[in-house]
């Protein structure tokens, strides 16, 4: 059942910044300046969920659409908790200059072995690699500009209700990944309540499904680099919270954030 998965979806956050550094190293002049951020959104299952990240690369064509050779980024590699990261947080992975001009293509993700997830019992279980992902995860179709002097930001979006499978007693860490310049679309932001119904909020339109949950007492989810157009909207109550869920339609619009109405989102009790 969707709900006792991995109801939620993960985020990466990579910033490419251009701009002119204004008499620093010679290496800022006519470059863009690379960060990388990873930010995520939570799960009611799972406590804790690690993704071990070892090398970052990207793929640029040139000006004529051709595609130059994979280059490392500077970075050193790490482990990161994804369910600290959510609607809006995020942590800062590489920042470094970059050749500018062209058009980033591709991104590829090499992870390491000790991905892992903590269930809300405390059991910690290991999420191997499946033998196709041991060469890198290559996420395509960026289509992201890097002109010189002006900040362009790329989003990579792992949806882990889709990226973590088990099979005969094994988890597998299988990421379902999609990237688009932050500029891309627009948000939804709502708040749900009471914080008892302990729910979850699913958007689909299309063959697009984005899952998160609301946090802290204001109960606030947010959902960024929707395609414009409208999008269901499910509030899903926890089954043992005795509240009804909820489904209603609310429009994305390009460059704006969308506060769905009403605010906030009161979820009913169950009639006895």
């Given at each position: 059942?969707?709900?006792?998965?991995?109801?939620?979806?993960l985020l990466i956050l990579l910033l490419l910044s251009s701009f002119i550094s204004c008499g620093k190293e010679d290496a800022?002049?006519?470059?863009?300046?690379?960060?990388?951020k990873l930010?995520?959104?939570?799960?009611?299952?799972?406590?804790?969920?690690?993704?071990?990240?070892?090398r970052i690369e990207v793929l640029v064509a040139d000006t004529t659409g051709s595609e130059e050779e994979w280059?490392?980024?500077q970075?050193?590699?790490?482990?990161?908790?994804?369910l600290k990261l959510m609607n809006g947080r995020s942590v800062q992975l590489v920042d470094q200059y970059f050749p500018a001009g062209g058009m980033l293509q591709k991104i590829k993700l090499?992870?390491?072995?000790?991905?892992?997830?903590?269930?809300?019992?405390?059991?910690?279980?290991?999420?191997?690699?499946?033998?196709?992902?041991?060469?890198g995860i290559i996420i395509d179709n960026v289509n992201a500009a890097l002109p010189a002097n002006i900040i362009t930001s790329v989003v990579?979006?792992?949806?882990?209700?889709l990226s973590v499978r088990e099979s005969n007693g094994n988890y597998f860490l299988h990421p379902s990944a999609r990237a688009f310049p932050e500029t891309f679309g627009g948000s939804l932001r709502g708040y749900v309540s009471p914080v008892e119904a302990d729910a979850f909020v699913a958007i689909i339109r299309e063959r697009d499904t984005f899952l998160t949950l609301p946090e802290g007492d204001g109960g606030m989810f947010?959902?960024?680099?929707?395609?414009?157009?409208?999008?269901?909207?499910?509030?899903?109550?926890?089954?043992?919270?005795?509240?009804?869920d909820t489904i209603f339609t609310d429009s994305v619009v390009q460059g704006k954030i969308t506060e769905i109405t009403p605010n906030p989102i009161r979820l009913m009790p169950l009639q006895p």
């Amino acid at each position: 059942m969707l709900y006792k998965a991995f109801k939620y979806s993960l985020l990466i956050l990579l910033l490419l910044s251009s701009f002119i550094s204004c008499g620093k190293e010679d290496a800022s002049v006519n470059a863009t300046r690379l960060r990388v951020k990873l930010t995520d959104a939570t799960s009611l299952v799972i406590k804790e969920l690690y993704i071990d990240i070892q090398r970052i690369e990207v793929l640029v064509a040139d000006t004529t659409g051709s595609e130059e050779e994979w280059e490392t980024l500077q970075f050193t590699g790490g482990e990161y908790n994804l369910l600290k990261l959510m609607n809006g947080r995020s942590v800062q992975l590489v920042d470094q200059y970059f050749p500018a001009g062209g058009m980033l293509q591709k991104i590829k993700l090499f992870l390491g072995n000790n991905n892992r997830l903590m269930t809300n019992t405390e059991q910690m279980i290991s999420l191997n690699l499946p033998s196709e992902m041991v060469e890198g995860i290559i996420i395509d179709n960026v289509n992201a500009a890097l002109p010189a002097n002006i900040i362009t930001s790329v989003v990579i979006d792992v949806n882990a209700a889709l990226s973590v499978r088990e099979s005969n007693g094994n988890y597998f860490l299988h990421p379902s990944a999609r990237a688009f310049p932050e500029t891309f679309g627009g948000s939804l932001r709502g708040y749900v309540s009471p914080v008892e119904a302990d729910a979850f909020v699913a958007i689909i339109r299309e063959r697009d499904t984005f899952l998160t949950l609301p946090e802290g007492d204001g109960g606030m989810f947010l959902f960024t680099g929707l395609n414009p157009g409208s999008w269901e909207v499910h509030v899903i109550a926890n089954p043992l919270s005795n509240y009804s869920d909820t489904i209603f339609t609310d429009s994305v619009v390009q460059g704006k954030i969308t506060e769905i109405t009403p605010n906030p989102i009161r979820l009913m009790p169950l009639q006895p």
